[in-house]
């Protein structure tokens, strides 16, 4: 089968969701399928084009059945603005479709990118080729929209967005999203496409992020005590991440020099958290970029509890690919999600951490204090994490799954 990809990342990116879309195209050329991968020019996280990369119309990777096709688009910019994240979407969804228009009709189009544009025009390609499409979704819009307070739920846009997406879904032969909860959130707006939908988890190559004896040297490099207790938030501060709150749950802890936060990552939020920080003299406090790749393991497994923050009455719509990387890591997870969030249910049903109340620093900064006080707890909640990921987050298990989705259209 012949399988053309319009992925919204890509590697050598670092975002889970890159690496994941590298993983499905090459599970297909190991099934024997022939892929063409349409991706944006290396951008992320920064927003910016990646060092030694020079970017055109498009630049393509050719190698036996696999191709990737980088196609020019509209650069995010760290600050990531409404406007430019607007280009963005709809300059490469038009440029991908013209770069895959000359190279003739696929058996099998397979779309993750940002809707509504990108995605749009994407479905609209597929109509045109008369082949089925793959929807994957990995966060539900306008919903997701919604809980990070972009939109309003009831609001005229958010109605006439989420009929766009069903006109995007009903045109589609397969719809893939992330969880469970995103089926029923799915399923409640629109019934009558349920019958398409298929559950796959994200995933995780559990051999590559696990945990490591070499925390200790991690925290040797950065500075960091051997004997402080270390909570580690690692992830996009974006909006929907509710990362502001770390600022409150360090005044909580400014007088317990035993705990330590440090927060990994790159969004909108950042530079604001930062300034309030030193103004504030939060010296338990301390921001890094993201790490490369490699040194991703050895971050985690430096830490003895990992936070997981969501914005109040948000994470319902989307699971946080950090989730999936602190359970491989084998840590305890202070979540601060709503109780109807994937998040909140994943943390409830495998043992590994401790749920709190969202928007509720103080609570999150006496998770912190209990775990700090009761290394068995920390011991017991590690194991738990691991099993749990290798039990339900497994690489093997998605790309099987997805492998009986193309099974199914060929």
Same mark, same amino acid.
């Given at each position: 089968m012949r399988i053309a990809f319009i992925s919204a990342v890509f590697t050598p990116e670092?975002?889970?969701?890159?690496?994941?879309?590298?993983?499905?195209?090459?599970?297909?050329?190991?099934?024997?399928?022939?892929?063409?991968?349409?991706?944006?020019?290396?951008?992320r996280p920064e927003g910016r084009l990646r060092a030694g990369w020079k970017r055109g119309v498009r630049q393509v990777e050719s190698r036996g059945?696999?191709?990737?096709?980088?196609?020019?688009?509209?650069?995010?910019?760290?600050?990531?603005?409404?406007?430019?994240?607007?280009?963005?979407?709809?300059?490469?969804?038009?440029?991908?479709?013209?770069?895959?228009?000359?190279?003739?009709?696929p058996d099998l189009l397979v779309i993750s990118t940002w809707p509504f544009a990108a995605a749009g025009l994407a479905v609209l390609l597929a109509k045109w080729w008369r082949i089925p499409a793959i929807y994957y979704v990995q966060d539900l819009y306008p919903e997701a929209a919604v809980e990070a307070g972009m939109l309003r739920a009831g609001h005229s846009i958010t109605r006439l967005l989420t009929a766009f997406d069903r006109c995007l879904c009903r045109s589609s032969a397969r719809i893939v999203l992330a969880s469970e909860t995103m089926r029923e959130i799915f399923t409640r707006s629109r019934p009558d496409l349920a019958r398409k939908v298929t559950v796959i988890d994200n995933w995780i190559d559990a051999d590559e992020i696990k945990p490591l004896a070499a925390g200790d040297e991690w925290r040797r490099e950065h500075g960091i005590g051997e004997r402080v207790f270390l909570a580690t938030f690692a992830g996009n501060l974006g909006l929907l991440s509710g990362a502001g709150i770390l600022i409150r749950v360090a005044e909580y802890l400014r007088d317990r020099p035993d705990i330590f936060l440090l927060?990994?990552?790159?969004?909108?939020?950042?530079?604001?958290?930062?300034?309030?920080?030193?103004? #504030?003299?939060? @010296?338990?406090?301390?921001?890094? $970029?993201?790490? &490369? %790749?490699?040194?991703?393991?050895?971050?985690?497994?430096? =830490?003895?509890?990992?936070?997981?923050?969501?914005?109040?009455?948000?994470?319902?719509?989307?699971v946080p690919s950090k989730l999936i990387t602190y359970l491989a890591a084998g840590r305890p997870v202070v979540c601060s999600a709503s109780p109807e969030s994937e998040s909140h249910a994943v943390i409830r #049903?495998?043992? @590994?951490?401790?749920?709190?109340? $969202?928007?509720? &620093? %103080?609570?999150?900064?006496?998770?912190?204090?209990?775990? =700090?006080?009761?290394?068995?707890?920390?011991?017991r909640m590690s194991l738990a994490a691991r099993s749990y990921c290798i039990g339900h987050f497994t690489a093997d298990r998605a790309l099987m799954e997805f492998g009986r989705v193309l099974h199914s259209l060929s």
């Amino acid at each position: 089968m012949r399988i053309a990809f319009i992925s919204a990342v890509f590697t050598p990116e670092r975002e889970p969701a890159a690496v994941m879309a590298a993983q499905l195209a090459g599970r297909w050329i190991r099934d024997g399928h022939q892929v063409e991968v349409y991706c944006p020019f290396p951008n992320r996280p920064e927003g910016r084009l990646r060092a030694g990369w020079k970017r055109g119309v498009r630049q393509v990777e050719s190698r036996g059945n696999f191709t990737v096709i980088r196609c020019w688009h509209w650069l995010v910019g760290r600050d990531r603005r409404i406007w430019n994240r607007l280009l963005e979407n709809a300059s490469f969804g038009m440029s991908a479709v013209l770069q895959a228009l000359p190279r003739g009709r696929p058996d099998l189009l397979v779309i993750s990118t940002w809707p509504f544009a990108a995605a749009g025009l994407a479905v609209l390609l597929a109509k045109w080729w008369r082949i089925p499409a793959i929807y994957y979704v990995q966060d539900l819009y306008p919903e997701a929209a919604v809980e990070a307070g972009m939109l309003r739920a009831g609001h005229s846009i958010t109605r006439l967005l989420t009929a766009f997406d069903r006109c995007l879904c009903r045109s589609s032969a397969r719809i893939v999203l992330a969880s469970e909860t995103m089926r029923e959130i799915f399923t409640r707006s629109r019934p009558d496409l349920a019958r398409k939908v298929t559950v796959i988890d994200n995933w995780i190559d559990a051999d590559e992020i696990k945990p490591l004896a070499a925390g200790d040297e991690w925290r040797r490099e950065h500075g960091i005590g051997e004997r402080v207790f270390l909570a580690t938030f690692a992830g996009n501060l974006g909006l929907l991440s509710g990362a502001g709150i770390l600022i409150r749950v360090a005044e909580y802890l400014r007088d317990r020099p035993d705990i330590f936060l440090l927060c990994v990552g790159e969004g909108v939020l950042k530079r604001g958290m930062a300034a309030e920080a030193a103004r #504030r003299g939060l @010296a338990n406090l301390r921001f890094l $970029p993201f790490q &490369p %790749r490699e040194s991703i393991a050895r971050m985690h497994s430096a =830490a003895d509890a990992l936070i997981l923050t969501l914005r109040p009455g948000g994470g319902s719509a989307c699971v946080p690919s950090k989730l999936i990387t602190y359970l491989a890591a084998g840590r305890p997870v202070v979540c601060s999600a709503s109780p109807e969030s994937e998040s909140h249910a994943v943390i409830r #049903r495998s043992g @590994a951490g401790i749920n709190v109340a $969202p928007g509720n &620093p %103080r609570a999150i900064a006496n998770a912190l204090a209990a775990l =700090a006080r009761d290394r068995d707890a920390v011991e017991r909640m590690s194991l738990a994490a691991r099993s749990y990921c290798i039990g339900h987050f497994t690489a093997d298990r998605a790309l099987m799954e997805f492998g009986r989705v193309l099974h199914s259209l060929s």
